[in-house]
Structures are given as C-alpha cells and as structure tokens.
C-alpha cells in the first residue's frame, strides 16, 4: 500500500523474464478479479457509489465501470495479437468512456456480471495459450509502443488489484 490515493497499491512492476508460474499466478488474478470488485462494492450506498475515490477522481461507480471496460478492450487486444502479425490496436479515451450514462449511472451490478462471464472466457483463452503465445505483440499508436502479451497480463491482473483498492483504500479511509 501507498500514501498516493492514485495508486493505492503502487504502479506495475515487474523485471526480467516472464515465467510460467508468474503467468498462472496473474491469470489466477485474472480470474480472482471479480469477486474482489464484488466483495468491494458489497453494502455500499448510492450516495457512497457515486463518491469520488479521491479528489478529482472517478466515482465508486464509474471506476466498478471501467473495469470490464478496460478488460474487454485488452481482451480484445489478446485476440488481435493472437490471430494477426503485431497488429495495431484501437486506443480509446477512457475518460470519455467514464462520462457515459451507463458508466455514471448504471447499476454496479452490471459491472460486477459483466467482469465475471468476461474473466472467465478471458482465463479460458489464456490457459489455452502457448510459451509463444504469450511472446506475441500488438502496437499501441497511442503510445508508440509494442506490447507482448505476458507482460501485458501482468499490467492487466495489477489493474484489477489497482482499480479494487481504489475502492476498497476509500471505504478504510471513510469508516465504511
């Protein structure tokens, strides 16, 4: 844990090669992910819904939103980079995103059924995957940069954790 409410449980780390066993234990993550948003959200009110995790930051609910938005996107990305040559991805505006209707005001449920059935068809995929699988890559014009694909499971089982403890360092900090 961190005193910085941005990033409660520090920013992605990792050095060096990419082992079978950390690749299990992120996809364990992977699949672990909904249950903590679940059990996060658990007894909350509206009005604690719609609280900003920090100042200026996204509510309770728009951040339970953006993640099965987020991990929908990356599944996605999986699937490009498994089935074409490095292919280029399609950024999105995650802020935008988060302004939504549904993002702001649909029910956190949604949030938590959607993460669910996707995490499971997502750790399906990645347990069907080969050591080579995991060393494709696809190209984010956003950022300029080529990604493969172990590494970016491990940013993506540390943005579950991370968006989690957004709430759940919120709930501490607030006595609820």
């Not at 992977?30 to 959200?41: G, T």
């Not at 995929?125 to 300029?144: C, E, G, I, K, V």
């Not at 579950?160 to 006595?175: D, K, Q, W």
Request: hydrophobic share 35%; aromatic share 10%.
């Amino acid at each position: 844990m961190t005193n910085d409410p941005r990033y409660p449980i520090g920013k992605f780390q990792h050095q060096g090669e990419i082992s079978a066993e950390q690749r299990e234990e992120w996809i364990r993550q992977v699949e672990e992910a909904p249950q903590r948003l679940e059990a996060a959200l658990r007894g909350l009110t509206e009005e604690q819904l719609d609280t900003p995790y920090r100042e200026g930051g996204w509510t309770v609910r728009q951040v339970a939103h953006h993640l099965p938005d987020s991990h929908m996107n990356c599944f996605m990305r999986f699937k490009l980079a498994l089935t074409e040559d490095e292919p280029a991805i399609k950024p999105y505006d995650e802020n935008a995103w988060a302004m939504l209707a549904d993002s702001k005001n649909a029910p956190v449920g949604l949030a938590v059924d959607l993460l669910r059935s996707l995490h499971q068809r997502w750790a399906f995929l990645l347990r069907s995957m080969s050591d080579s699988d995991f060393s494709r890559t696809f190209y984010h014009p956003a950022n300029q940069a080529v990604s493969r694909l172990d590494r970016t499971l491990g940013t993506y089982a540390w943005h579950g954790r991370h968006h989690v403890a957004h709430i759940t360092s919120l709930r501490e900090r607030n006595g609820w």
